[in-house]
């Protein structure tokens, strides 16, 4: 992770050989750089890109350090259903677009719900592929809170399938990494499932 500097505007420094690079890729891709309309395009790409890159300057378990014990004798499943995302495909550097379903079976504490989308966009926001992405966010899960079992679904599409190749858009990828009961018993994996809506 490069350190990134604040110019007096308040935006980020985008270093030379960065503008230049995306130039080089704009000359190549068919286009002049020098023309009006891009002058300015390096610099916002490559601003954009640290954006999208923004989970490289975070450890995503951080945000389910804070935990509360107190349920209330809470014991069944804690879903967060459809939480959409972006990411972006380590091979093409497109687009991934779609949605998580994330759940766990909590034994002792629970956090926050939002901290569930939190995690999901610590690894989101970096160059990934779909299946990496879905076990990361599992065992972030599985090994932070520490629960009897958890679930994450993700449906998404992929800009380098439907704006490139074989160009299929609507096409959604469906990924899943199950862990604990959720994988061992079929009961607790219907059920997790069902509620995901699948
Ligand atoms: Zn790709």
């Known amino acids: 992770m490069t350190e990134v500097e604040l110019g007096p505007d308040g935006k980020i420094l985008v270093p030379g050989p960065v503008q230049d690079?995306?130039?080089?890729?704009?000359?190549?891709?068919?286009?002049?750089?020098?023309?009006?309309?891009?002058?300015?395009t390096?610099?916002?790409?490559?601003?954009?890109w640290k954006e999208y890159c923004q989970g490289y300057a975070e450890d995503p378990g951080l945000h389910l350090s804070r935990t509360?014990?107190?349920?209330?004798?809470?014991?069944?499943?804690?879903?967060?259903?459809?939480?959409?995302?972006?990411?972006?495909?380590?091979?093409h550097?497109?687009?991934?677009?779609?949605?998580?379903?994330?759940a766990y079976l909590p034994k002792d504490r629970v956090v926050g719900i939002s901290k569930l989308a939190r995690v999901l966009n610590g690894y989101a926001r970096r160059l990934q592929v779909q299946e990496r992405l879905t076990a990361e966010v599992a065992r972030c899960i599985w090994d932070?809170?520490?629960?009897?079992g958890v679930a994450v679904v993700i449906d998404a599409q992929h800009g380098c399938m439907t704006g490139r190749g074989v160009r299929t858009p609507g096409v959604g990828m469906v990924t899943s990494r199950l862990l604990g009961c959720f994988l061992d018993d079929e009961r607790s994996r219907k059920e997790v499932l069902s509620l995901m809506g699948y």
Do not use: N
């Open 93 to 102: 550097m497109a687009p991934i677009t779609g949605k998580a379903s994330i």
């Open 42 to 48: 390096p610099k916002r790409v490559a601003r954009a």
């Open 144 to 148: 932070h809170l520490q629960p009897h």
């Open 21 to 40: 690079a995306i130039r080089t890729l704009i000359e190549w891709a068919g286009d002049d750089p020098s023309r009006e309309g891009l002058l300015d």
């Open 68 to 91: 509360f014990e107190e349920v209330g004798g809470y014991d069944e499943i804690v879903l967060l259903r459809d939480i959409p995302f972006q990411s972006h495909c380590e091979h």
